[in-house]
């Protein structure tokens, strides 16, 4: 199993870029890397999902450098509504029970 | 709306009773994953089924078991109901078996009195 450390929490201002970065020293060859966004008492939703490199859509990008020991959430120009939970989650994409939400890292977006 | 559903949203029950969660996934989702969610452990996978098989177990303690039947709905069953059972329980769904996008319940929150 691949453990993850990220920050517990951030602090950010309205209209700021915010990089969470998640740390994986043991991931696996065949490991993915996953992000997911929860608001309290609600289910976490699925941000983005990458294996290597760079990976954007329409809310994040996802930076995973060529070792793949780390990886960088950003989220650009965040807003109020975008405090929540971030978690990171790393495992083979053949068997989601093999990965773990770890503590995930509390984000708090200030006007 | 993630498409997954949940009943009960609430449950309030004794210590030392039974419950049934149940889940329906989304259309065509073949997986379905149990998680429970106390404040003091986070979010915690339990167990996952794929097309109607186990695939994959993680904490989900003896007391507890789940089912997913040939509709692709879940239940899961808790037993012998502690004070500490007390959370909420989540139900995610997803196309395929692997860590992929998985799509949340609202999940179902039970107090254990």
């Known amino acids: 199993l691949a453990k993850t450390t990220q920050p517990i929490s951030m602090d950010s201002y309205e209209g700021q870029e915010v990089n969470i970065t998640c740390s994986h020293n043991n991931i696996a060859t065949n490991d993915y890397i996953t992000w997911y966004q929860q608001f309290p008492s609600q289910g976490p939703r699925f941000i983005i999902q990458g294996y290597k490199t760079k990976v954007t859509n329409e809310v994040a990008s996802l930076f995973i450098p060529a070792d793949r020991k780390s990886s960088t959430l950003s989220l650009p120009r965040v807003s109020l509504s975008d405090t929540a939970v971030y978690y990171c989650l790393v495992g083979a994409n053949t068997n989601a029970g093999k990965s773990t939400f770890g503590d995930g890292t509390t984000l708090t977006v200030k006007p | 709306d993630s498409g997954v559903t949940q009943t009960p949203k609430h449950l309030i029950t004794a210590t030392g009773q039974r419950v049934t969660l149940r889940c329906s996934p989304r259309?065509?989702?073949?997986?379905v994953y149990w998680y429970q969610q106390s404040l003091d452990q986070g979010l915690q996978f339990l167990i996952q089924?794929?097309?109607?098989?186990?695939?994959a177990k993680g904490n989900i303690l003896e007391r507890f078991s789940a089912q997913q039947f040939p509709d692709l709905h879940s239940e899961l069953n808790l037993s012998s109901l502690e004070l500490g059972d007390s959370a909420l329980y989540f139900c995610a769904s997803s196309p395929t078996g692997g860590l992929g996008e998985q799509y949340f319940g609202p999940g179902t929150r039970l107090t254990v009195t």
């Open positions: 089924y794929y097309n109607g098989e186990e695939r």
């Open positions: 259309s065509g989702d073949l997986s």
